[in-house]
Nanobody
Framework: QVQLVESGGGLVQAGGSLRLSCAAS????????MGWFRQAPGKEREFVAV????????YYADSVKGRFTISRDNAKNTVYLQMNSLKPEDTAVYYC???????????????WGQGTLVTVSS
């Protein structure tokens, strides 16, 4: 079982940046592709970004491509999401999860953590 703890959210003005972190317990963290997802108020949870187990392959939702960067440090069991040029529509609770593969990136494997709230003011 892997437990996930997200952090790094906060209030930022449009155009600003934030870096989210996701700390994962469990010795098999480095075996999994990892994804970031978000849920805005009143909306379904949606995919944001995914990274392969080695870090060599990444994929992004069109809405964040060119602005967000996903990375990981397997030695620290942590995956990151660097968010630049933030927009009010990026406001959401952000979650991470292990996923089946980069291709099957919405096939999440573990219970969701508490997430971290990102609020972007205009």
């Amino acid at each position: 079982q892997v437990q996930l703890v997200e952090s790094g959210g906060g209030l930022v003005q449009a155009g600003g940046s934030l870096r989210l972190s996701c700390a994962a317990s469990g010795r098999t963290f480095s075996s999994y592709a990892m994804g970031w997802f978000r849920q805005a108020p009143g909306k379904e949870r949606e995919f944001v970004a995914v990274i392969s187990w080695s870090g060599g392959t990444t994929y992004y939702a069109d809405s964040v491509k060119g602005r967000f960067t996903i990375s990981r440090d397997n030695a620290k069991n942590t995956v990151y999401l660097q968010m630049n040029s933030l927009k009010p529509e990026d406001t959401a609770v952000y979650y991470c999860n292990a996923v089946a593969t980069v291709t099957f990136r919405t096939n999440t494997l573990y219970p969701w953590g508490q997430g971290t709230l990102v609020t972007v003011s205009s």
